[in-house]
């Protein structure tokens, strides 16, 4: 949604700068053990962090949590946070859902075995869920969405001799080598993004890139016939929310069959457009689907699915190794815990009735910042995705990526993050994505509604 009508607001920066000394300031007073925590750790962690990119937690270090169940998270500090950040994802399910935590005790303490290199029946039954919501008859799995994008990658250009792959500017598919480039706004030529640590090569060797939304420019990309698949999500969703735009994606895999390009969504983050993610509830037609993060309820986990043209090729050739040292699979991949993790999830959490619940809560989320935007006429906007909602600072739904990422504030969102924070609501650290799950309330809703309210009239005094 936009704002349109009467003149919009602008940020005092002078202001904002003020409220948030003022908002760290709390955070440190509030919450000294997290703080503890993370000076110790810092003697033996990287950064002070299991995974570097837990540093980027708002307040100046991150909250060390003692207890999360449902939608809610205790720190060791003793508060409890309504968790709209549901770890970037990974627990759409909930924290520890009761049916995914009774299957994996029962693999742990009944049946025994987490990884022996053998199927289960879980397995199974969890492939038939995947094709029965995805639509695609044949599916594999990894410990991890990267893993299904880098693995889908090398057996797409492997069937189909072609050199290139083709992503979209400001996307995000994991850490996969080929996908971190993006499109130069003063050459309009694609080129490897800021900060990309040591790639082994180029990725421009390897990669074509173009801005979302754009019909002639992945016509042009395309026209060569030397890209094997377009990689995307059917809505981009890592750098803020940003939707297709009316009919581009039937244009989309109009122009990939023409030229004979595969298309992979990759549906980690847009599953929460329903069950079948954006492939289901937007009628689309892929060649493969990759997953992961919610799909064990955070239990490590990643899937990929392949059409049966394409499944029957890639195990025609004769040339692939698939089952010793070609470069696809792992030791752990399609783990018993894994595979019971993500039955009891697809069968009993992240189920028909549970998505229109979430996807209602989303609503009235969106609904709740629209009106305070209106109401303040403050230059930003607020965009759905099923059961997820995010705001980005610009008055219009961003485009594409390059318009999304200029709308970037860094001040701004350590504001919102830590205002939100020390008043009980945890939002995805990296951008203000706030997702649903079974166990969200109308009153948690409310609750963010509340708060945001009270931050942006704070801000604008």
């Not at 000394?21 to 997290?34: I, L, R, V």
């Not at 990658?153 to 189909?160: A, D, E, H, S």
């Not at 735009?245 to 895999?253: D, I, Q, T, V």
Request: glycine share 10%; aromatic share 8%.
């Amino acid at each position: 949604m936009a704002l349109t009508g009467h003149p919009l607001r602008t940020v005092d920066r002078g202001r904002l700068l003020a409220l948030i000394a003022h908002e760290q300031d709390t955070f440190a007073a509030n919450n000294p053990k997290s703080l503890d925590l993370f000076q110790e750790a810092r003697a033996t962690l990287l950064a002070g962090v299991p995974m570097t990119w837990m540093a980027s937690w708002p307040g100046g270090y991150p909250l060390t949590f003692d207890q999360a169940h449902g939608n809610r998270i205790t720190d060791v500090d003793g508060h409890t946070y309504i968790d709209f950040c549901l770890g970037d994802t990974g627990a759409m399910t909930g924290h520890s859902p009761e049916p995914v935590v009774r299957a994996v005790r029962e693999r742990l303490e009944t049946k025994g075995g987490v990884t022996t290199m053998l199927p289960t029946a879980d397995s199974t039954v969890v492939g038939a869920q995947l094709q029965q919501r995805f639509g695609l008859p044949f599916w594999s799995f990894t410990l991890s969405a990267t893993d299904a994008n880098r693995f889908v990658l090398r057996m797409l250009r492997q069937i189909t001799k072609r050199p290139f792959i083709l992503v979209y500017s400001e996307c995000y598919h994991g850490s996969v080598d080929e996908t971190v480039v993006k499109l130069d706004p003063g050459t309009g030529k694609t080129v490897r993004k800021p900060g990309n640590v040591g790639p082994d090569v180029d990725p421009t060797l390897t990669s074509k890139c173009v801005e979302f939304n754009d019909v002639e420019g992945l016509r042009a990309a395309l026209a060569p016939r030397d890209v094997a698949c377009v990689l995307l999500e059917p809505a981009m969703t890592n750098i803020g929310i940003v939707p297709p735009a009316p009919g581009y994606l039937a244009k989309l895999e109009e122009i990939c069959h023409e030229t004979g390009t595969l298309i992979i969504y990759d549906e980690t983050h847009t599953f929460s457009a329903g069950p079948g993610g954006c492939t289901r509830a937007w009628g689309l037609h892929p060649d493969a689907v990759t997953l992961g993060k919610a799909l064990g309820a955070g239990i490590p986990i990643g899937a990929f699915g392949f059409s049966a043209a394409v499944a029957e090729r890639v195990l025609g050739d004769p040339e692939a190794d698939l089952v010793s040292e070609g470069g696809v699979g792992g030791t752990l991949a399609g783990n018993a815990l894994s595979a019971a993790a993500a039955r009891a999830t697809l069968e009993h959490v992240l189920t028909e009735e549970n998505f229109a619940t979430m996807i209602a809560l989303s609503t009235r989320f969106t609904e709740g910042v629209q009106a305070t935007l209106d109401r303040q006429r403050i230059p930003w906007c607020i965009v759905q995705l099923g059961a997820r909602a995010e705001y980005r600072f610009c008055p219009e739904v961003p485009i594409n990526g390059g318009v999304s990422f200029a709308a970037n504030d860094f001040d701004l969102d350590e504001y919102l993050h830590t205002y939100m924070a020390n008043r009980g609501i945890l939002m995805t650290p990296f951008h203000n994505m706030a997702l649903m799950c079974p166990d969200t309330i109308t009153a948690d809703v409310d609750r963010h509604t509340e708060v945001f309210a009270q931050a942006v009239d704070d801000l604008v005094g």
